[in-house]
């Protein structure tokens, strides 16, 4: 499979990645955070106004980031988890998909800054995303939104977050939104070689060992992979969720589980919009500002909102 020539020639430019493992934490979260901050947003997804807040949950506080489109009346409210493999990122490294996500979908995004492993190992991450979740329910009205119009969205482990709040929220018996939103999240702890994990066992970007790596810092002990809150495709029952939006990349080894999830929802009755990305890798969303990959998936996004968001 072709990356696209792009990427390719990025790619080509970095100077190369011994891979996580390899790499002191500190360094590796410092690293993501200045190569992530340096990215340019759309400059056509153009917001109204952010907010910082921090919001509760048990034991503690969750910094949140809100973004309010130029769009006026009731809006939808979507809640984002950022990438970074459960262990790296933050309210900046995602900034540019945040914003995309509010202009294009015309709704006003809370971005959430859970806990990062391995300090706050499972289920710490899924705990303060469903916090925000039900925050966002609650304060609705007050931000100027529609508490009968959420929705949930993700990048990567903030896609997993997305899916496993979907479903918590499911057997909590609510809030219930109207659309999930899972940008290449695998949704699944792998245990399987899948053709996609094979291919691209040695990335580019991601590798298979870096999969690898991610969860272990993400989970205190193996068998944590079984909760459907570490791995949603797990759950005894996929029935009655909201419609997903599910992208994923061609040229990434998590492919093939988070369209194995998409497959799961559809099977179980969810309405689901799966759609590969070709040329694409794992991350890709980040480089929406220069990258018409990127571009076309965090519309298709936006437009997936609108269309299940609507009042």
Known sequence: MAIDPQIAQMLAAMPTWPGVRHVPLDILRKSVRESSIAIPPAADA???????????????????????????????????????????????????????????????????????????PFPAGPEDAFAAFRWAADNAVELGGDPDRLALAGDSAGGNFACAVALMARDAG??????????YGPCNCPE????????FADGPLLTQDD????????????????????????????AGLPPHFVVT??????????????????????????????????????????????????????AFLKTHCAA
């Not at 399987?192 to 291919?199: D, G, I, M, Q, W």
């Not at 890709?284 to 998936?297: D, H, K, N």
Request: hydrophobic share 40%; with cysteine; aromatic share 10%.
């Open 46 to 120: 153009i917001i109204g106004r952010t907010e910082e807040r921090l919001v509760p949950r048990p034991g503690g506080e969750i910094p949140v980031r809100l973004y309010w489109p130029e769009a006026e009346g009731r809006l939808p409210i979507t809640v984002y988890m950022h990438g970074g493999g459960y262990v790296v990122g933050d309210l900046d490294t995602q900034d540019m998909i945040a914003r995309a996500l509010c202009a294009w979908g015309d709704s006003i995004v809370v971005s959430v800054d859970y806990r990062l492993a391995p300090e706050h």
């Open 249 to 302: 990349a061609e040229c990434d080894p998590s492919r093939d589980d988070a369209e194995f999830y998409a497959a799961k929802l559809a099977d179980a009755g969810v309405t689901v919009e799966a759609k590969r990305y070709a040329g694409m890798v794992h991350g890709f969303a980040s480089w929406v500002g220069f990258l018409p990959g990127a571009r076309e998936a965090l519309k298709d996004a936006g």
């Open 192 to 199: 399987t070689e899948t053709p996609s994990a094979l291919e």
């Open 211 to 238: 999969v690898s790596w991610f969860w272990e810092q993400y989970l205190s002990d193996p068998a944590q992979a079984e909760d459907y809150r570490a791995s949603p495709v797990r759950a005894a029952s996929h």
């Open 174 to 183: 609510g809030p219930q939104a109207r659309a999930v939103i899972n940008i």
